[in-house]
């Protein structure tokens, strides 16, 4: 009896593997891994505006093409990490990756967890960004009071009640109007562009070709854009439901185009060798030639406004943000951008729950290790050509500056290594490392929440952002005495200004009396990011001539420039104290002028257009405190009854998601 249930049991032993595996045999199978893997092609915009890119120029720009988020090797170590680990070491189980696809071989109920793995993957990964821009001009007083019950944490942001108000008013149109509306769509961290363009060709230059006794001119047409323009990349964080947002921003319109006539001389020497009739005979010389001969020629010198953004921030998802604003026709010109994250499945699958006693994981840390880049404001000043304030530079080269960086991907390791569970980091089986934005760390499932919990604490100083705002306040003749006691930082030394008296400043201002609003801007970035905010009208400028001489012919060649004012706001914040003392390398620029002809006494040759400008420049460190505006400059502008004190003053706020 013994015997014979031995025997059984013997056979029940043969009998059960076989079974299992003919009811999980292994199977090849092929998965799409694409969406993984594949590389995102970026669209930068253009920019608008009278500027021209430089002749013969090379500028570092970086790659066309952005990374993808895996590469197949990553993808085929992460599911052999994850799925079933033991698995992998039969000798019929394979996985290998080859142009967006892999090629697995595995047993049927491993296939089954790699479905439900990469299901994850594709619900991750299949997130898209749209990008909802627009420009709004709005009267400031109705702006300022919109926004007075709005967030003080969060000042650069339009809760969903305030932004439907701002609409309603821009649809009204007496306080408020729509300039600009467009919609695109993006991947994450794909730069893409949307805008509107009127684009027109115009007659802007001649220039002279001239050769032994023969000189003409060749006419020069150019392209000038005008519209809305708005380029951005964003990315998706890993915290908050925030997406942050790198934006270049333009809007262009059209004032005027002048057309000029041109009055040039073009000179033939009487020694010239051409023959203008006489005897043809040997040795006999040629009758000199009428000069100089009298040309006329037109030019178009367009004129046009141009305002610009450029900065960097943080937007939660569906969440509205004023990205920056500048001061125009007594209005402020709001540049608003709200992203909203669209996803393919209504229900993403869920990451599958692993029973490996060890994990390999991603974990996003781009957030820390990715570079913010600077964006220098441009110059507003009337500069000599022998100063830079010539043509375009021919053949040379340049670098764009390195965005900054704010961790390496090393430091963050080391970091990880230090202060999370430090000594298991020897064990040859756990790992870390970096792949693109990427950590990849092979450890135990709870030190991996460790980990995780630790990043999350480092995540959140990148959820911090710097509103910026400037002011310039105009005082007539005695005003500025009289306004002293509300607001003491008028007086001599002065410096804070506390909001309370500031706000009814402003108030004053609004009415345009004995106290009016001369410039306000605003910008929203990271801390330590240059950026800046600018209002601009751009002319064409007919500023030099340059003589083209040959043998026996000469004639002078026209120099167009490009003229431009307005205000610039160039700033790099930074926190000093907690968020309640925050610095300022401010660089702020206004520039106001005309250009008038100018006669250069040279017989046959028209006249110049010589710019003239007054030029005020703000720079300087300023520190600002909670709930106070800083008296940052004060300047005389005028003279007699017509004399005005202009001040300037500047705000920083806190602008952190929670």
Known sequence: MLRHVLATAALLLVVAPARAQQDDPFETHLYNVEFLTEQVPDHPGEGLGLGRDLIGTTVSAGSELSAGLLTGEDLANLIKSNVVEDSWEHVSAAITYSSGVLFVTNRKSVHEKIVQYINFWRGYVGRTIVLDAAVISIDPQLLAKIRSAGNADRPGMLPADHYKQVLEAAREGKLAEIAKAARVTAHPGQRVNLGEFTRQEYLRDYDVQ???????????????????????????????????????????????????????????????????????????????????????????????????????????????????????????????????????????????????????????????????????????????????????????????????????????VDIIKTRVAKDTWENSRNMISVQGGSLVIRQKPEVLKEVERFLATLLTARAQMITTEAVVVGFKKGARADWEKDVPALGLGGYYAEQAGFDKLLEEAYKGQKVRLVEMSEITSFPQERVHSLRSLQEAQLSDYEPQVSSYASMCDPIIGLFSTGFVLDVRAHFVHGNDQIGIDFRGQMCAGQMKDLEIGIPGIGPLQAAQARVLKWSSKVSCVKGKWSLVGLEMIGKGDDAEDWVLFVRARQNVLK
Do not use: H, W, Y
């Open 210 to 412: 001239i050769a032994t006794a023969s000189v003409a001119l060749d006419p020069v047409i150019d392209v000038f854009s005008t519209g809305f323009s708005v380029d951005v990349r964003p990315f998706l964080e890993p915290f908050a439901g925030g997406v942050t947002v790198e934006v270049r921003a333009d809007l262009a319109d059209l004032e005027a185009i002048e057309n000029r006539k041109l009055r040039v001389t073009k000179d033939l020497f009487a020694a010239s060798p051409v023959e203008t009739g006489g005897d043809k005979g040997p040795g006999a010389l040629p009758k000199a030639p009428a000069a100089p001969v009298p040309v006329e020629v037109n030019l178009q010198l367009p004129k046009l406004t141009l305002d610009r953004l450029r900065t960097t921030l943080t937007i939660r998802n569906r969440e509205t943000a004023i990205v920056g604003s500048v001061f125009r026709k007594n209005r402020n010109l709001l540049f608003l951008l709200t992203p909203a994250i669209v996803a393919a499945d209504e229900k993403p699958s869920p990451e599958p729950v692993f029973d490996e006693q060890r994990l390999l994981r991603l974990f996003d840390i781009s957030p820390l290790t990715r570079g913010i880049q600077d964006f220098a404001g441009p110059k507003l000043d009337v500069v000599s050509p022998s100063r830079g304030g010539g043509g375009p530079l021919t053949g040379a080269t340049f670098t764009l500056d390195e965005p900054a960086v704010a961790m390496s991907p090393q430091e963050v």
